[in-house]
Nanobody, 123 residues
Framework: VQLQASGGGLVQAGDSLRLACVAS????????MGWFRQAPGKEREFVAG????????YYSDSVKGRFTISRDNAKNTLYLQMDSLKPEDTAVYYC?????????????????WGQGTLVTVSS
């Protein structure tokens, strides 16, 4: 299984970025997916999750209303649209595929992880 995240970069506060995560080696449409992030010196935290069919989505309070998670099962690709970025959004962002029935915000719910893409937001 490979999850290849891309789209990170250096932006200014208020800008937008779209992250993508291309999955291979698994039946993408069978898996709920999630985005997590880890800021320097902090623990990895949940950002957003999406069910296998894209109908249900979940967000952390810190990104709700600014970030949008989506997926294209035909392209085996997960997305994270990030708008109104803030300096505190600076982190390495990871995509992950679920293989358990725990809550979407629980990292233990995810059995497969990508390598991460760095997002840096300057003030």
């Amino acid at each position: 299984v490979q999850l290849q995240a891309s789209g990170g970069g250096l932006v200014q506060a208020g800008d937008s970025l779209r992250l993508a995560c291309v999955a291979s080696g698994l039946t993408f449409s069978n898996h709920g997916m999630g985005w997590f992030r880890q800021a320097p010196g902090k623990e990895r935290e949940f950002v957003a999750g999406i069910k296998w069919n894209g109908i249900s989505t979940y967000y952390s309070d810190s990104v709700k209303g600014r970030f949008t998670i989506s997926r294209d099962n035909a392209k085996n690709t997960l997305y994270l649209q990030m708008d109104s970025l803030k300096p505190e959004d600076t982190a390495v962002y990871y995509c992950a595929a679920r293989n358990t029935g725990l809550n979407y915000s629980d990292q233990r719910s995810y059995g497969y992880w990508g390598q991460g893409t760095l997002v840096t937001v300057s003030s």
